[in-house]
């Protein structure tokens, strides 16, 4: 199975802040990465797709880049609605796999 | 508009047995293939199973946790999913999603149920 690592595994930041979260796979996954977001008691949200395609809807303050085993998430100033877990998860083969998850906190 | 809706959770006494559904509405659910993803209390997202549309035989896949014990299953005359759980264990208590597997190619699940509680006691 394709390890997926979250760093970090927690994170404080303020509104207005950049954001960066790192995603790494245990071996190469294309660009078959997905981004969710979840907040307490919902179910996740999907914020991107395929590594860097933002889903329809996503506010394009939220961005992806990488390929290969390296990936980013980046939100570019933090809103209030964005503080919540965000996890990754490879798509490349099964089964499909989650990144431990990364906190975001105020 | 997409939606799932899951149903059927709720405590079980260990070795016994609970049947999930997950009705589906707003996209043409035979298309897609469809997972279950569940979640413990307090911990992160784990992938229980999938199955694949008509086109790909309704094949069905498991994570090693649940193969055996678990079975996935779809009626698209109905547009419903159905997560068969047996034998369940301590360790099966979570919340349990459906989640629409989007078929562009990239398999991202783009549409998530709201989630049903599963309870296993000893």
């Known amino acids: 199975d394709i390890q997926m690592t979250q760093s970090p595994s927690s994170l404080s930041a303020s509104v207005g802040d950049r954001v960066t979260i790192t995603c790494r796979a245990s071996?190469?996954?294309?660009?078959?990465l997905n981004w969710y977001q979840q907040k307490p008691g919902k179910a996740p949200k999907l914020l991107i797709y395929?590594?860097?395609s933002l889903q329809r809807g996503v506010p394009s303050r939220f961005s992806g880049s990488g390929s290969g085993t390296d990936f980013t998430l980046t939100i570019s100033s933090l809103q209030p609605e964005d503080f919540a877990t965000y996890y990754c998860q490879q798509s490349y083969s099964s089964p499909p796999t989650f990144g431990q998850g990364t906190k975001l906190e105020i | 508009d997409v939606q799932l809706v899951e149903s059927g959770g709720g405590l079980v006494q260990t070795g016994g047995s609970l049947r999930l559904s997950c009705a589906a509405s707003?996209?043409?659910?035979?298309?897609?293939?469809m997972d279950w993803v569940r979640q413990a209390p307090g911990k992160g997202l784990e992938w229980v199973g999938r199955t694949r549309d008509k086109a790909d035989s309704y094949t069905a896949e498991y994570a090693a946790s649940v193969k055996g014990r678990f079975t996935i299953s779809r009626d698209d005359s109905k547009d419903s999913l159905y997560l068969q759980m047996n034998s369940l264990k301590t360790e099966d208590t979570a919340v349990y999603y459906c989640a629409r597997v989007n078929n562009s190619g990239w398999y991202s699940r783009d549409y998530w149920g709201q989630g049903t509680l599963v309870t296993v006691s000893s």
């Open positions: 071996q190469s996954i294309s660009n078959y």
């Open positions: 395929a590594a860097s």
């Open positions: 707003g996209f043409t659910f035979s298309d897609h293939y």
